[in-house]
């Protein structure tokens, strides 16, 4: 199946919403990180229902933004979000693919995703595509839930029909580095907000252990690794 196929879908049943919110857990402190400066442009790759975006907005200086989503009805939904939040800097969602990112070389001050990188047919050739089109010094910053330590996260693929890649962290950092992006950060965001029940309330549906939902969400959580680009 097709990311447009897959993710229109998606779009259509509210799972763009209810990724926002699981997500947001991590990816605003991914956010706060991130060094956008007053008038910088950035890329949000990926971007479902857009709010990466709409933050950054909210908080920083920056004056355009651009998320760019393989799946229209992503995009869609994206856009009438943002028209209905109406803010500060001048968002836009373009219909794309990671494969061939549609923007000028050294046009760009800094990109973000979440959650989304690993669905790139050939992600190293993402990450090329992301070093063209960051000005130098520009960063990337890439969050993932979906990689090797994170062994709950692996069964993920059987009920998604496009192919994900699953690399460590030092794959991360190699990959990055294979691109021509300095690797300047690497770490675990704790998801500290979701609900860990008592330990008599296991196993549940989901977990066989508390433990091991501890390690999944409180240690193991977002993987992080900030690319710059020289
Ligand atoms: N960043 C959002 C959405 C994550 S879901 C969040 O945190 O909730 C992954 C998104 O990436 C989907 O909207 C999907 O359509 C998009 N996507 C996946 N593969 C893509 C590709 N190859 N090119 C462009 N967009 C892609």
């Known amino acids: 199946m097709s990311v447009r196929d897959e993710f229109d879908a998606w779009a259509a049943d509210g799972r763009d919403k209810g990724m926002e919110e699981r997500h947001w857990h991590t990816a605003k402190h991914v956010l706060a990180r991130m060094p956008v400066e007053d008038g910088d442009a ?53 219909i794309g693919d990671f494969g061939s990112l ?24 993402t990450l090329r595509e992301i070093r063209r089109v960051l000005k130098p010094g520009g960063t990337f910053y890439c969050a993932v839930n979906y990689y090797e330590e994170n062994v709950a996260s692996h069964e ?26 300095y690797v300047a950060e690497q770490d675990n965001v704790a998801d500290r907000e979701i609900e860990i029940p008592d330990a008599d309330e296991f196993p549940t549906e989901n977990w066989e252990t508390r433990e091991a939902m501890v390690e ?15």
């Open 42 to 94: 950035v890329l949000d790759l990926g971007t479902g229902s857009g709010y990466a975006l709409r933050a950054l907005a909210e908080n920083t200086g920056m004056t355009r933004g651009y998320g760019l989503d393989g799946a229209p009805e992503m995009a869609h939904n994206a856009r009438e979000y943002t028209r209905e939040a109406d803010p500060a800097a001048d968002l836009g969602f373009v």
């Open 216 to 230: 999944r969400y409180r240690y193991l959580g977002t993987l992080l690794t900030v690319g710059v680009a020289p």
């Open 156 to 181: 993920w693929q059987d009920n998604i029909a496009v192919d994900m890649t699953r690399w460590d962290a030092a794959e991360y950092r190699a990959a990055f580095r294979e691109a021509g992006l």
């Open 102 to 125: 549609p923007f000028d070389d050294d046009s760009l001050d800094h990109a973000f995703s979440m959650e989304a990188f690993y669905y790139s047919a050939d992600p190293v050739e």
